[in-house]
Structures are given as C-alpha cells and as structure tokens.
Nanobody, 126 residues
C-alpha cells in the first residue's frame, strides 16, 4: 500500500520560508514522478512543483519559479519543497502526489497521480 505523508506546514509572515516534506512508503519503483499541488479555499487544485527521481529533473509553476525548490533524498524516499520569499497568495493546503514513470509536460494534471497524501496547511500572513 503506497502512503504519502506530508509535514512541515505552518504559519509564517510574508517573506519567510518553510520546508515541506513528503515521505513515501510502500513503493517499489525507483523511477517515479513526485509532485506538490496546492488548493486554496474556493480555488482549484494546482500543480506547484514536480521532480522525476530518475534524473532529479524538476518542474515548477510560473508562480513559484525562483522561490520554491524541490529536492529528493532517494535513500529516504522523501521529497522536500523549500519555499522561500513566501507571499500571502501562497496560502493553501499543500498535497504531495506520486506516480510511476516520467513527469512529462502533463505533470500539473491531477489525474496523472494515483497516490496522494492528506495535505499540510501553509498560511502566509501579510
């Protein structure tokens, strides 16, 4: 049974930083696409960043490029989303998702990912 467990959310002032973690278990494939999505109240869930474990290639939404950085420790099966220069508009529930294989151009598509975590809340105050 694949499990994804997020941690690291919290409240921070604008300009601050947080690091989210996503610990994966029950996964046999070494080549996976892990992604972070977020959903603010009243808005659709959107892709934030993704990483392909085979090459450590990363993908970012335009809204977070240069501020968020995704890394992964394959030995620990854990992904890390370093979020810097946080803005109030980054406030959302953040979800980790994972699928086998390449991330690809459709990495922001929710339906691509069969495995999801329960989320961790990030609140940025102005």
């Amino acid at each position: 049974q694949v499990q994804l467990v997020e941690s690291g959310g919290g409240s921070v002032q604008a300009g601050g930083s947080l690091r989210l973690s996503c610990a994966a278990s029950g996964y046999s494939s070494a080549y996976t696409c892990m992604a972070w999505f977020r959903q603010a109240p009243g808005k659709e869930r959107e892709g934030v960043a993704a990483i392909y474990t085979g090459t450590a290639s990363t993908y970012y939404a335009d809204s977070v490029k240069g501020r968020f950085f995704f890394s992964r420790d394959n030995a620990k099966n854990t992904g890390y989303l370093q979020m810097n220069s946080l803005k109030p508009e980054d406030t959302a529930m953040y979800y980790c998702a994972q699928t086998r294989g390449w991330c690809g151009d459709d990495w922001t598509t929710n339906e691509k990912y069969p495995y999801w975590g329960r989320g961790t809340q990030v609140t940025v105050s102005s």
